[in-house]
């Protein structure tokens, strides 16, 4: 695969860069899959508008809070100072997952349920914000020879060396995102309890990003062989493990995932 394409771009005399319009496009797709879903989940399709600003706000502002935190804490207190540009992906994650989970409960209903909707919108939206990052040349790895390796020829792409084929972390990640969400949609109509669908596919997720940071090259190895985002991943490990095994205490609820994904 060979990539050409630069970061940013013209559009009518309007810079754009890939990164923006891409998340804007993935949010967009998270928003349509759980607003297609919401019926067989019974979730009111009603909360999703002011839900989908809701995770979005939350989302930027945390990646950007949990980039200060890793690289520049000094600036935590004011984020924005110092240009926009520096995001780390699990902020938002970090932050906009308790966020929606609050706001749900105040605005009432299955709130379980609702994450467990939240969960599949998301993955979709992974699925199609990464390609910002793989047309950069983010998230590279190890130069190779393997045919799905990726080779850019603009200069302004984030690889080392244009012309050379890199594994692409972004490639995976697009995979996995993809791979997880198929997995949901599978299992969905077979999950018994509420929430325990959001546990999985956090669990998967952050498996996935643990394993795949061991090919990408552009992030600092911090402690033990492991980069930040690992170190991260391993911590939201243990936060969807708890919350799976108590989801699967969680007595059975008539009007689970299960039962409303069949419908």
């Known amino acids: 695969m060979t990539i050409g394409v630069a970061p940013t771009f013209d559009l009518a005399g309007i810079e754009l860069a890939w990164h923006g319009v891409m998340t804007a496009l993935g949010i967009a797709t998270g928003y349509a899959l759980a607003w297609s879903l919401a019926p067989r989940f019974r979730v009111s399709r009603a909360v999703l508008d002011p839900l989908v600003i809701v995770l979005a706000v939350s989302g930027i502002i945390g990646a950007r809070l949990w980039y200060l935190a890793e690289n520049d804490p000094a600036n935590l207190l004011t984020p924005w100072a110092g240009g926009r540009e520096g995001f780390s992906f699990w902020g938002a994650v970090i932050l906009g997952a308790p966020v929606a989970a609050v706001y749900l409960r105040r605005r009432g209903g299955p709130v379980h349920t609702q994450l467990d909707l939240v969960a599949i919108g998301f993955l979709g939206g992974m699925a ?8 950069n040349g983010e998230h590279y790895g190890p130069p190779t020879d393997l045919p799905w390796g990726v080779a850019y020829t603009n200069p302004a792409a984030h690889v080392p060396e244009v012309g050379v084929s890199y594994q692409s972390g972004a490639l995976y990640e697009i995979l996995a995102a993809t791979g997880l969400l198929a997995i949901a949609l599978v299992l969905a109509p077979r999950v018994s309890t509420p929430g ?21 090259r552009d992030a600092d190895v911090v402690a033990l062989g492991l980069r930040q985002a690992q170190w991260t991943s391993l911590a939201v490990l243990c936060v969807a493990g708890v919350g799976l095994t108590r989801s699967i205490r969680r007595p059975h609820s008539p009007g689970g995932s299960a039962t409303a994904a069949g419908t």
């Open 196 to 216: 325990r669908l959001f546990w999985l596919l956090l669990t998967g997720y952050a498996l996935s990003r643990f394993l795949i940071f061991f090919v990408i």
């Open 128 to 135: 199609v914000g990464r390609v910002a990052d793989l047309l």
